[in-house]
């Protein structure tokens, strides 16, 4: 069936508005993802030394909670009416509670409120991160998407690695390792909602009334209606599930290929990222500007896949530190283009804009929010498969890893109102 019509072409977003969402996007990531990369794994051996599955077992239901959230917090602000606009009131609150979320983490006397604290970081975090990203499909015309994804990609990308290098140093004082990445995200935040303007939207109407039931009916939408939508939805899901079983365990599997605890892997892991933020930008803003220049998508997501898969792979096999560090770099440059692209990607196909933006962003959040629900919980059997009792099969996971970023690419070429 063919897609629904394409709204209007939008007008061109200024430079002030891309930068400061761009800046917007690496503060969040630098609170949010710092956590994920190295943080809640210090705090995971810290509180139950031994249990490094406890770490998957916290993400998954974090993810868990965000799936099941995340439409209806797309809907709500589709529909907030107020004088700042439908978009800043969720980044504002989502801001404050993301700040709350590291100082439970920070704090946690155990791991069940460690998870707690992860919970509301992907509450917090994530709605910060949601209007940020429901902005660009709101104002963004299809000739800027690639530029500003690919910004955006960068962004995100190499902000782990600055918060992996302060965490590097901060691995002994657990408020410090939570709140300074938070302090940057903060200010990051603040500067994008106070000098970007939204419109009042206050005089939105709508023709439905939002029930119980069209609420729980706007958590799924009609594959036949919007095939290209679909597809790139389940490109996604691949994509993700490869990425969460390579993200999970890093600080781990560092630590196992290198002989050493994992709070001594803060520094090589930080190193790595910083070799790849030279990839990174390339994948990123390389993949971006091009994917415009030449108003192609589907190749650039095709072989970015490939590139992470051919990373991790590397990784899996790796025996020596600059082996590791070589696939990690490889993984960085497909991870740079796959991020920036696909989101134009998405951006393209993204239906009912003009109505249901936050919607169906809500909808593209469980193709990322189930494999990290899923993943981490499913790692532990691959981790386990063929070694001795105490051991992990890392080999194993990353070369599952590999497989489905492959085919999350692959997927892409299903798509056809995109070439």
């Known amino acids: 069936m063919a897609e629904a019509a394409p709204a209007k072409e939008l007008p061109k977003v200024g430079n002030r508005y891309i930068w400061l969402l761009v800046l917007a996007q690496f503060g969040v990531f630098m609170a949010f993802i710092t956590p994920l990369a190295i943080s809640l794994s210090i705090r995971v051996n810290a509180l139950a030394p031994g249990h490094e599955e406890y770490l998957g077992y916290i993400t998954g239901i974090g993810a868990l909670v965000v799936m099941l959230t995340g439409p209806l917090l797309g809907v709500a602000s589709d529909r907030t009416r107020t004088r700042l606009g439908r978009r800043r009131p969720f980044i504002i609150v989502g801001t404050l509670l993301g700040v709350i979320s590291l100082l439970v983490m920070a704090l946690a006397p155990s791991v069940v409120v460690l998870g707690l604290g992860w919970i509301l970081a992907q509450l917090g975090w994530g709605q910060a991160l949601g209007g940020l990203t429901n902005s660009q499909a709101d104002r963004l015309p299809e000739s800027q998407r690639g530029k500003v994804a690919g910004l955006g990609g960068f962004a995100t990308q190499i902000a782990p690695v600055f918060g992996v290098v302060i965490a590097g140093g901060l691995s002994g004082n657990p408020l410090l390792l939570f709140l300074i990445p938070g302090v940057i995200g903060v200010i990051s935040v603040l500067l994008f909602v106070i000098f970007v303007h939204e419109d009042d939207s206050r005089g939105l109407r709508f023709e439905d009334r939002l029930t119980v039931k069209t609420l729980l009916a706007k958590y799924v939408f009609n594959p036949r209606k919007f095939p ?87 990784m899996a096999f790796s025996t020596a ?23 134009a990607l998405l951006l393209d196909v993204l239906p009912e804009r003009e109505t249901d933006a936050g919607r169906y ?59």
């Open 321 to 343: 530190v600059p082996v590791l560090i070589a696939g990690s770099l490889i993984v960085s440059l497909g991870l740079g283009g796959f991020a920036a692209v696909d989101q």
């Open 228 to 314: 290209d939508f679909s597809w790139n939805w389940l490109g996604r899901f691949l994509f993700y599930f490869g990425l969460t079983f390579n993200t999970t365990f890093t600080a781990f599997f560092f630590a196992a290929r290198m002989g050493v605890s994992v709070d001594k892997v803060g520094g090589v892991i930080a190193a790595a990222g910083g070799i790849g933020v030279l990839a990174t930008t390339i994948g990123a803003i390389g993949g971006g500007f091009l994917s415009d220049k030449v108003k192609r998508r589907k190749p650039f997501v095709v072989l970015s896949g490939a590139v992470m898969a051919v990373g991790m792979l590397t």
């Open 361 to 419: 962003m809500g909808i593209v959040g469980f193709a990322a929010s189930i494999p990290q629900a899923v993943a981490p919980l499913i790692a532990p059997l691959f981790l386990a498969i063929g070694v001795a009792a105490g051991g992990k099969n890392y080999t194993l996971l990353f070369i599952v890893a590999a497989a489905c970023v492959l085919l999350g690419g692959i997927v892409v070429l299903r798509v056809r109102s995109v070439r």
